[in-house]
């Protein structure tokens, strides 16, 4: 983890390795090694195994510093301080959709997506939204955004 300036002089500016933002299971229980994404998971976990567990509570007195995520590939407009992401989750999908690979494939069309909330979106509607010109032609947008010439 690097901390580096931000355009906000109060924030906490954290720059994370590919492979620490994209583990899924960073927080591992010394009991019986399954692993969580959040570390309060595990905290409530360890009660299962009655090991002494604690959630952290912010202190009010304590000033939280906002904290700001840069992206991990150098080329990237978002590799900047000054255009750092501004949580966790929007850094990870981010890095996923811009940089990842693309596992999911569209079974309809063969778009591809990195992120499977995506994948599911566009699955969900995918051929829905399709309108047939009065000559029979097929559209996948709104014919009067397409503009079918053969019938103008």
Request: glycine share 6%.
């Amino acid at each position: 983890i690097h901390v580096y300036m931000h355009a906000d002089p109060d924030a906490e500016v954290i720059a994370l390795s590919p492979k620490t933002l994209m583990a899924t299971n960073r927080f591992v229980c010394e009991v019986c090694n399954k692993g969580f994404q959040r570390e309060q998971n595990l905290q409530l976990h360890r009660r299962g195994h009655n090991l002494p567990w604690k959630l952290k509570q912010k202190d009010p007195n304590q000033v939280q510093r906002r904290r700001v995520y840069l992206c991990p590939e150098p080329t990237c407009v978002h590799h900047e301080p000054g255009r750092a992401l501004g949580d966790l989750t929007g850094i990870k999908k981010h890095f996923c959709r811009k940089h990842g690979e693309k596992k999911w494939k569209c079974d309809k069309c063969a778009k591809r997506y990195a992120v499977q909330s995506d994948w599911k979106a566009h699955s969900k509607i995918c051929g829905t939204r399709e309108y047939r010109c009065d000559c029979g032609t097929l559209f996948s947008r709104h014919p009067y955004v397409v503009v079918h010439l053969k019938c103008l």
